[in-house]
């Protein structure tokens, strides 16, 4: 962009809070093209549609072009200028995301939007630069009090009048006046400014001397004026906070001290932001603030004391969530991992037990624990070992795709040691679902993290630049993953053997995503290995999220059964002869096993001798289900050459298929056309266009885009709600086994039951790590069973372990799992098949007229939650609860409720995260049971604790470890 003819006509405002919508709304008053953008799409909607209302000292309403969840959208129609009205504490992220922009073709090269950094706090605007560079980056101050009223509601305190923009280079300085102009002009007046450096000192030590305190005390800007006591705390602030800036060489100008006072006193009864974050039990921006100045102060070695302790003030509050009654615990991950690691041990205890790995990607930094006897004994490892940290360290109301949550990694007790033992899960939150995330895959990456010497890896925090994480004998290394973006799994493979000089499976083992990982596709997948994949769930998307392109560990069967019959449409089977094993054997032209696996069931082609995507693997199991006859293709020439292309790309299969047969079953009723498909005809059977449609989808291109939002293209406005009831899946996830259930019960009671898909038989295979060939459930003649696991446990651990326990196990793996989606909103049981399978029924082949009966199925659900002690909501009974608790987290309060109350069936509950009165117990109460909000906040409805009644001042009433409380009816007198 050439600065000295800069007009700028398009507007991006990354941050959907209240600033942002203020800069958005005055942009679009004024008749500018302004695209709004954050995470939270509850927070963008209502700038669409009302728009955006501002209100208090000024007064409009407009609305936005467009909004977004994703700062890479900002490619499909590039901005002139970036504005960044986030928290100063999510930086790193957003600049991050706007190199890639930058990077992409979008711009031209060495230009690229300008962006403004216009937030509080002391070198936001170098946190940008660092990533894009000085060239376009730009630093804004603004003096405005707002508060939030709603979603794109915004109250103005006081707005005094003008801003100031300056660029960091001077070559942008044209460019800079003339978005300064643009402001101006749509009565945001703003001055293009010589000094910002000053200019940003000043409001730092404005918003340190009073932000700070308000945060601390609860009180507004004028009752600070007023306390005689925090008066003296206010001035000794400035004065500290001037001694830095002059230390430092920063103008403040004449007279500044008495302008700060006036300036506060014309705030009135306004909450500033740091308060207004602390109330809301967020992070707040006191450390490029407070802490800023005290860093400033010691390279200038210029005391700081106020400045340390205000800060230190803040900080703790922070590590405690003050202000919303919910969360005693933190709200950081880092400090619930600080919590978590407190509870666990510095060495092993027991043989052969690995550690836990806890990596901050944002900080790059790692800690390294060991887990108690006890959660191994509960829970053994792998997949059980999983769920306890997740369940620990898992922050209610963060979307899946916040690196405050946590990707977990675990290998079991045998991994690398037993043959048939190299399987390895994943958990998460999964971003498809929005319910637990937990994947399983065999290959060498997981048998490779035992071998380190790790049970369990931990990745959280998002980092700064894409990054590739390395695990050897030399420690822990990060690696600059730049080169390696929009690579897919065959070239990326390849480079890495390269640039590292390694060969995997002998002496190297990866785990990575591709460019559908890197564009965070709701059907990618995490490759562990050439053909191996973490699937279902979105676990590309979840690991590409945290900037993560791979995790690199360096160091020195029978055949699948494939059945000829498979489902179409989601409710019309179909029996294609032509894809059973035996017609796909021609596809397999050797074998090779997992890590020290002597079944060896993965395809291999050592010649490599056919096109692209038909080398190395043949389609098994679930790949001819997903590209087959449920999009048409029953040719298996085209099914194992999609399979090959599937791989290599990072897409699940199942999800992938399931996405593409929704659309083609939409396009079949003529709910989309194409026009909304970009001109392609989603008939059955159309393997040129299902190809196109992987590329796309990869690349989140054209229609390729709404494949890649899976079950979500609804809410992400991508279908007409309509298209809802020709979507097909189980617990928000399309089948990975999509057989018809309306002729399969059991499937069908799998399918409602479980707290992720099949998950009931596997627990304690998964949690061991062995493989399902090798299990005995899955085997015939049978193969491995609980008392093979309990003789491997025995000869690895030195822990004796009975049939009866490990089925326990089993039954609190999968306790733990439900309780995970318990707090991840998923309350009471919802019917979770859907009534095509119940109303509709099978219209062809030799179940013509067959469908569930929902009664029959009902009664089948009953006798399986007896069996597996569930209560009739389908979670843990009361009693299996607290024994998870007392294991889990070390807390466990009965509270008996009246009766009635929904999704109570056995009358009492079990509260497992610490609580620390009466009254933030009613407010947890309250947020579990939304529909009992209302009868809840009645005074009538009283609390006892240990058989002592709570009348009055619930506040003052501790709740402890092992307490039973009672929620009684006050009777009225007589």
Request: proline fraction near 5%; hydrophobic fraction near 40%; glycine fraction near 10%.
């Amino acid at each position: 962009m050439d600065a000295a003819t800069f007009e700028p006509k398009k507007f991006a405002i990354i941050g959907a809070g209240p600033v942002g919508c203020i800069v958005a709304a005055f942009l679009a008053k004024g008749g500018y093209d302004v695209t709004l953008c954050d995470i939270d799409i509850k927070l963008l909607e209502p700038a669409l549609e009302p728009g955006i209302i501002i209100e208090g000292t000024d007064s409009l309403h407009a609305k936005v072009a467009r909004i977004t969840t994703r700062i890479e959208d900002l490619q499909k129609d590039p901005p002139d200028v970036i504005v960044v009205a986030v928290k100063a504490i999510a930086l790193p992220a957003v600049a991050s995301a706007l190199r890639s922009l930058a990077d992409s073709s979008t711009y031209p090269k060495d230009d690229g939007p300008y962006v403004i950094s216009w937030q509080n706090g002391i070198d936001t605007e170098l946190l940008i630069a660092q990533q894009l560079g000085s060239r376009h980056v730009m630093r804004g101050v603004v003096n405005l009090g707002c508060i939030p009223v709603g979603p794109a509601h915004v109250r103005i305190g006081f707005h005094i009048r003008p801003h100031h923009i300056q660029e960091l280079d001077p070559r942008s300085r044209d460019a800079a006046i003339a978005i300064c102009k643009v402001f101006t002009e749509c009565g945001m007046d703003t001055l293009h400014s010589e000094q910002i450096r000053d200019l940003v000192w000043r409001k730092a030590i404005l918003n340190g001397c009073m932000n700070p305190i308000c945060a601390v005390t609860g009180k507004t800007m004028a009752e600070l004026i007023e306390d005689p006591i925090l008066f003296h705390l206010v001035g000794a602030l400035i004065k500290e906070g001037v001694a830095v800036a002059r230390a430092n060489e920063y103008a403040l100008g004449s007279g500044f001290y008495p302008y700060c006072i006036d300036y506060i006193k014309s705030a009135g009864h306004h909450k500033p932001s740091m308060l207004q974050d602390i109330e809301a039990g967020r992070r707040t921006e006191v450390d490029f603030i407070n802490g800023k100045i005290a860093e400033y102060g010691a390279q200038a070695e210029v005391p700081t004391p106020y400045n340390t302790m205000i800060r230190g003030l803040v900080k703790a509050l922070e590590s405690k969530g003050k202000g919303n009654g919910l969360e005693k615990v933190a709200i950081d991950i880092r400090t619930r991992v600080e919590s978590l690691a407190s509870r666990m041990f510095d060495a092993p205890q027991y043989p052969s037990q690995g550690a836990v790995l806890f990596v901050d990607l944002e900080r790059r930094k790692s800690i390294s624990k060991f887990l108690p006897k006890e959660v191994f004994r509960t829970f053994l490892s792998n997949r059980g070992g999983n769920m306890y940290l997740l369940y620990n360290l898992l922050l209610e109301g963060r979307e899946a795709l916040d690196p405050q949550v946590p990707l977990i990694f675990g290998s079991g007790v045998p991994t690398g040691a037993i043959p048939t033992t190299a399987r390895g899960n994943v958990a998460s939150v999964s971003p498809d679902s929005h319910a637990i995330l937990d994947s399983n895959c065999s290959d060498a990456f997981p048998a490779f993290l035992k071998l380190q010497g790790y049970d369990h890896l931990v990745l959280y925090g998002q980092a700064s630049a894409w990054t590739l994480l390395e695990l050897s004998t030399e420690g822990i290394r990060f690696h600059d993953a730049a080169p390696y973006l929009g690579m897919d799994n065959t070239d990326f493979t390849h480079v890495i053997e390269k640039d590292f000089s390694c060969s995997e499976r002998k002496d190297m083992a990866m785990a990575r995503i591709t460019r559908a990982g890197e564009n965070q596709v709701l059907c990618s997948a995490i490759m562990g290995g050439r053909n191996g994949m973490y699937a279902r769930g979105g676990t590309g998307a979840k690991m590409g999220g945290l900037k993560l392109k791979a995790v690199l560990i360096l160091g020195s069967k029978t055949s699948p059964v494939l059945s000829p019959a498979f489902q179409r449409d989601h409710h019309r089977s179909l029996w294609a002869d032509n894809l059973d094993a035996e017609h796909l054997a021609g596809y397999r032209a050797g074998l090779e096993g997992c890590q020290h696996c002597p079944i060896r069931c993965n395809n291999l082609d050592p010649k490599e001798t056919r096109k692209p995507y038909d080398q190395n693997h043949a389609p098994d199991y679930v790949g001819p289900e997903g590209l087959g006859p449920m999009v048409g293709i029953l040719d298996p020439k085209l099914v194992a050459h999609l399979d090959k292309l599937l791989n290599n790309l990072g897409l699940d299969p199942a999800t992938t298929g399931g996405a593409i047969a929704w659309a083609m079953e939409l396009y079949q009723q003529g709910i989309i056309s194409l026009a909304d498909t970009g001109g392609l005809a989603l008939t059955r059977g159309n393997s040129e266009v299902v190809e196109k449609l992987l590329h796309l989808a990869a690349r989140r291109e054209g229609f390729g885009d709404v494949i890649a939002d899976s079950t979500q293209a609804v809410e992400r406005g991508k279908y007409p709600k309509e298209a809802h009831q020709y979507r097909m899946p189980m617990d928000e996830l399309f089948q990975s086994d999509p057989h018809d259930v309306s002729i399969l019960e059991g499937f069908a009671l799998g399918f409602a039951e479980a707290a992720r898909e099949s998950e009931k038989l596997n627990a304690i295979g998964d949690a061991v790590g062995v493989c399902r060939f090798a299990a005995r459930q899955a085997t015939t003649p049978p193969a491995t069973g609980l008392d093979d696991f309990a003789h491997q446990m025995k000869a690895l651990t030195q822990e004796d372990f009975s049939v009866q326990q490990l089925e326990e196990v089993g039954l609190n793996i999968s306790g733990m799992e439900r309780l995970i989606n318990s707090r991840l909103g998923l309350a009471e049981r919802d019917e979770t098949l859907l009534g095509r399978w119940v109303h509709e029924e099978v219209p062809e082949g030799p179940f013509a007229g067959e469908k569930l009966d929902k009664a029959k199925l009902e009664g089948l659900k009953h006798s399986y939650d007896a069996f597996l002690g569930l209560n009739g909501s389908g979670f843990p009974s009361t009693e299996r609860h607290r024994g998870l608790a007392v294991v889990t987290t070390g807390f466990a309060v009965k509270v008996t409720l009246p009766e009635g109350f929904p999704g109570v069936p056995e009358g009492a509950i079990i509260l497992d995260q610490p609580v620390n009165d009466v009254a933030e117990l009613r407010a947890i109460l309250k947020k579990r049971f939304p529909l009992a909000a209302k009868q809840l906040s009645d005074s009538s409805l009283i609390m006892a604790v240990g058989g002592t009644v709570v009348m009055a001042n619930e506040k003052a009433y501790p709740i402890h470890n092992g307490d039973e409380i009672s929620v009684l009816r006050m009777l009225a007198g007589v």
